[in-house]
């Protein structure tokens, strides 16, 4: 039974040969499977734009009903490349020779070949639910011809006709909550070309939200008694050499290299490396154990799974991690605590999740019965806490590692809060306690992450609640407005009250109509706001409007006001589902 990435996979290759025989002399450049189905890009000489959707879906079925062999062909690389060279490719051909195996695998439909990732459907009527989503025009780089210009085929896959149908109800909703949309509204960041193509700028109000994201994260694991290492943002490439990254991801890790007095630095793809060294630096006694650390820092990842869109393409993010290191016997009850930790995590933010456990890939670290036996251990602290998991499609080469995948408003499933082993870093950096007998011993090293990237987490709340955040989130928490002139003097005390106790507030000042203000601080999704005129000034008062109708128009003091944010702040009440979210 092939999983879902591999079904997207087989699906995206169906789409290529389909678009080779509607489109004689397209070039094949690559593929990749998302989250949420897979994409295609080609370079053709003719126009292929929507138009084109209904004549490609059709001839996909067309071969889905012929039930046609899919063939996994095993070649030398040599091979591979004067395959795709005769068969006019050649940018398959640069891909299948800048394989690192000598051995490479070839998808196969009749005279249709292709170099993709393995294992692939055993014929195409498996494709039972396929859809084209969209065709665009993108930018593809390639490591000789640099940024190329490519037609792009979005498109998904399922094993079942009635989730295809579910999907693609669920993204017609999301377009009304898209955190590009809101994200401007709400001035929360911005793609700023000038600045940089891989990463985004997090303006004031979306700085602001990190902050308190962050603030909320250290306080959570001060709790836990971690530790707060701070390590470079570029590192010697000799460590991310070392640490085995290359070995498995140096094709679709695109990192600039910068030179320093003659040393090349780069900046990291994960901050485990960096944790293994500040580990090392001493011996540890096993009554230390477990030594805790925990880092935010700006983390460069590579494509593996394609681009997605907005702030969730980044290249370079602002990522979390946290890695505990432990003796052999603790392992079990780190995993469990880790679980219940996570699990209170996300229901703070008010999503639903289900866990995924997942396992090796073709290339791993360790041993078979290593891997073999953690998994019999997550698979026991799963059950010691109650919590249902499905086995996962992903893989990893460092170790066994369960996923939380956070469920929107629109029931998307999104890559959460994830805990796992890494056999790679103790081994690799020589790591080592000392045990009650005075020898040392390899520990283990369990890798935790709870945001992840903070640009993709932020992506999710904003379109999960619609930009309608959490007071305690959000970033501006109340926007004080005056009536008149007159009453700034007034509204500002007020402001400044509120400033007192902590609270994000701005005043409006501006010479315009209360109505024109009031619609602009909806529009930014304020929480709440505090209108002031004569007559609240002449009562010592403030009107109060909030998102929740029971508070609209409603005049207190401001003490009683801020008791009442004192406790929704506190108590990190959700608000009300938006009207937007089904």
């Not at 370079?43 to 734009?49: C, G, H, L, S």
């Not at 439909?109 to 859809?131: G, L, M, N, Q, R």
């Not at 305690?472 to 407005?481: K, N, S, Y």
């Not at 400044?496 to 501006?510: K, L, N, S």
């Amino acid at each position: 039974m092939v999983s879902l990435k591999e079904l997207r996979q087989s699906a995206a290759e169906l789409l290529a040969f389909a678009v080779t025989e509607l489109f004689p002399g397209v070039t094949l450049v690559d593929s990749k499977v998302t989250e949420f189905g897979f994409y295609y890009d080609f370079i053709a000489e003719q126009p292929i734009d929507a138009n084109a959707i209904h004549l490609i879906e059709e001839k996909v079925r067309g071969l889905v009903k012929e039930g046609r062999q899919v063939r996994m062909l095993e070649m030398m690389r040599e091979n591979a490349m004067m395959l795709f060279n005769h068969k006019g490719q050649p940018i398959k051909a640069q891909l299948a020779g800048q394989a690192r195996e000598n051995i490479v695998t070839i998808f196969q439909i009749d005279h249709f070949y292709d170099y993709c990732p393995a294992p692939y459907i055993a014929e195409t009527s498996e494709v039972t639910a396929f859809k084209i989503l969209k065709i665009e025009r993108a930018q593809h780089y390639l490591s000789e011809e640099g940024e190329v210009e490519v037609v792009r085929i979005r498109g998904t896959a399922f094993f079942e006709k009635d989730h295809l149908k579910k999907h693609v109800k669920s993204l017609q909703s999301a377009k009304k909550i898209d955190h590009r949309h809101i994200g401007k509204e709400m001035q929360l960041f911005e793609q700023v070309e000038e600045i940089s193509d891989a990463a985004w700028v997090w303006l004031p109000n979306g700085a602001s939200l990190r902050k308190v994201l962050y603030d909320f994260w250290h306080e959570v694991h001060s709790k836990q008694r971690f530790k707060f290492p701070i390590t470079p943002n570029l590192v010697k490439e000799s460590l991310v050499i070392t640490s085995g990254f290359y070995d498995v991801i140096a094709d679709a890790l695109d990192v600039g290299v910068c030179h320093i007095k003659d040393v090349e630095y780069v900046i990291p793809p994960s901050l485990a490396a960096s944790h293994a060294m500040c580990y090392h630096e001493k011996l540890h006694s096993y009554r230390e154990l477990p030594v805790r650390f925990a880092e935010c820092a700006n983390v460069c990842l590579p494509d593996t799974e394609g681009k997605l869109w907005g702030i969730l393409s980044n290249t370079l993010v602002y990522s979390d991690s946290a890695h505990i290191f432990c003796v052999p016997e603790e392992l079990e009850g780190e995993i469990i605590s880790s679980l219940q930790f996570i699990d209170k995590f996300i229901k703070i933010f008010g999503f639903e999740y289900h866990w995924y456990l997942c396992g090796r890939g073709r290339k791993f670290s360790g041993t078979p019965n290593r891997w073999n036996k953690v998994q019999e251990i997550f698979v026991k602290a799963f059950e010691v806490v109650g919590m249902p998991f499905t086995e996962g499609d992903d893989s990893s080469f460092v170790g066994p590692y369960a996923e939380a995948r956070l469920i929107d408003s629109c029931g998307r499933e999104w890559k959460g809060p994830r805990l796992g082993l890494d056999f790679n870093c103790p081994e690799r950096f020589g790591l080592r306690y000392q045990g009650p007998n005075g020898e040392t011993h390899v520990p283990v090293m369990l890798v935790r992450t709870l945001f992840g990237s903070f640009e993709r987490f932020t992506a999710v709340l904003v379109e999960h609640f619609a930009g309608h955040f959490p007071v305690w989130l959000a970033p501006e928490q109340v926007r004080v407005i005056p009536v008149l002139e007159k009453n700034i003097a007034y509204a500002d005390t007020i402001c400044r009250a509120i400033e007192e106790y902590g609270y994000r507030t701005t005043i409006d000042c501006r010479n315009e109509q209360l109505g024109s203000k009031i619609h602009s601080a909806e529009n930014e999704k304020v929480p709440y706001l505090i209108i002031v005129g004569d007559k609240e000034e002449k009562q010592g008062l403030i009107t109060v409007r909030s998102r929740g109708p029971e508070m609209v128009g409603a005049q207190t003091t401001i003490d009683t006001f801020l008791a009442q944010l004192r406790e929704e702040v506190r108590s990190k009440l959700l608000p009300r589902k938006s009207k937007n979210a089904k």
